[in-house]
């Protein structure tokens, strides 16, 4: 038991309060993960227990590989997904995946989320795609899930449900936020007309903007959106 696993379990379980009552998850589905920087190590919410009646000492602390290095409860199914993007993606510092309704909903009818909304593109990068259909909790999804994602913060789970990644637990939260709104906004917007999807110049930019507030892209494409003190926008 370290002081670093301590505080990750402490940040999972209190990041597992405010998704169980954010909408976001039904019951006990959905689950969420940190890694431990510097330990080779990740902190995950366990299986099927409702978030209310946990406590910080019921997350499980995983290497790698999917071992438990400590914990008595079993981890989250989708631990082979959480591990699956790690691996792929050292950016990635912090995982959430939901089953919200309406990504839910573009994830059924197979159907990626263009790049419709600024802060979608600030978020999430060039939109977000499904993975090809895997069962729940395999190594095939975590595969297809880590193929679909690429470098962006979201993607969809064919049939499933949607995972959003972040540089800690606070951003892939506001991620599967983002992504749920984006979805609702993508269906009622292709109700009343034909969505207008922004340019891949412009999600670039704004994606920059996001992660790098302060690059030289930024400063010279969008000053309004990070302004330096002293700026009066
Ligand atoms: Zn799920």
Known sequence: MSVATEKYKEQVYKMGLRMGTSGLVTGTWGNISARVPRENLV???PSGIPYATLQPRDMVVLDMEGRVVE???KPSTEYRLHLGIYNARPD??????THSVFASALAVARKPIPPI???LAQMVGNGVAVARY???GTEELARAAVEALENRGAVLLANHGVVGVGRN???AFMVCQVVEKSAKVYVWADLVGQPAVLPL???EVLRDC???SYSQVCMRNCPGVFPRPGNSH
């Open 43 to 45: 902190v995950i919410s």
């Open 71 to 73: 914990g008595e409860r």
């Open 92 to 97: 990635v510092q912090a995982i959430m995946h």
């Open 117 to 119: 909304l600024e802060d």
């Open 134 to 136: 895997a069962r729940a």
């Open 169 to 171: 637990l606070e951003e």
């Open 201 to 203: 110049e412009e999600v």
């Open 210 to 212: 996001y992660l790098n």
